[in-house]
Structure formats: structure tokens, C-alpha cells
Nanobody, 126 residues
Framework: VQLQASGGGLVQAGGSLRLSCAAS????????VGWFRQAPGKEREFVAA????????YSTDSVKGRFTISRDNAKNTVYLQMDSLKPEDTAVYYC????????????????????WGQGTLVTVSS
């Protein structure tokens, strides 16, 4: 299985972008997909996650109300709709997949994911 992240770019503050994470090959029907981001000089941080089964979603407080994670099972793709973008959202965004069913605390920990995409750069100008 491979993950392909896309959709990054340059946008002005207040604008929107939609990131996509396409999974090729066998997918993880009982696992989850998460989005993380890493800004220059900072640690990688959790952004949002969605369970393949049931579709429950989770996000970090700083993006609640602005970012929405969703999935299209038929296309094996997870999306991150980012609205009202701020300069502090500037980072490389990575999608990651976990094969096994996660407990809640697994979702925000990058080491609990098995497979990573290559990252896509999001730059928000002020």
C-alpha cells in the first residue's frame, strides 16, 4: 500500500485548500488515516484523523471549526478541507495510515501509524 498526498500550495490568509490522501493497493478497513503537519524548526503535530470503519473524526483544537477531514471509501481517499487558513497553518502536511483499529489515544501519536505519504507543502501568506 502506498499513500499519495496532494493539494498543497500557496494561499492567502482566509483562503481554502483541500488536501487529498489517496491509498493505492490494499486498504485498512479497520484502521485510521491521520493528517499531521510539520512547520520549519518545529515538531510534527497531529491535525486530524478519521476511522475507516464508522468514519468518526478527530481534530486538534487549533483547527476545529476550520478544517474538516472526510473519506471516500470508493476512491480510497481521505480529504482534509482547510478553510479560514492562517499563516500559522504553514507547514508540510503528511497523511498517515494505521492498519489496526486504534484506541482514541493512538490517533494523535505519529508513531502509532504504519505508513506515511510523502508530504505536501501548504504556505499561507499574511
Amino acid at each position: 500500500v502506498q499513500l499519495q498526498a496532494s493539494g498543497g500550495g500557496l494561499v492567502q490568509a482566509g483562503g481554502s485548500l483541500r488536501l487529498s490522501c489517496a491509498a493505492s493497493g490494499r486498504t485498512f478497513s479497520s484502521g485510521a488515516v491521520g493528517w499531521f503537519r510539520q512547520a520549519p524548526g518545529k515538531e510534527r503535530e497531529f491535525v486530524a484523523a478519521i476511522r475507516w470503519s464508522g468514519g468518526s473524526t478527530y481534530s486538534t483544537d487549533s483547527v476545529k471549526g476550520r478544517f474538516t477531514i472526510s473519506r471516500d471509501n470508493a476512491k480510497n481517499t481521505v480529504y482534509l478541507q482547510m478553510d479560514s487558513l492562517k499563516p500559522e497553518d504553514t507547514a508540510v502536511y503528511y497523511c498517515a495510515a494505521r492498519r489496526s483499529r486504534p484506541i482514541y489515544s493512538d490517533l494523535s501519536v505519529h508513531s502509532r501509524y504504519d505508513l506515511w505519504g510523502q508530504g505536501t507543502l501548504v504556505t499561507v501568506s499574511s
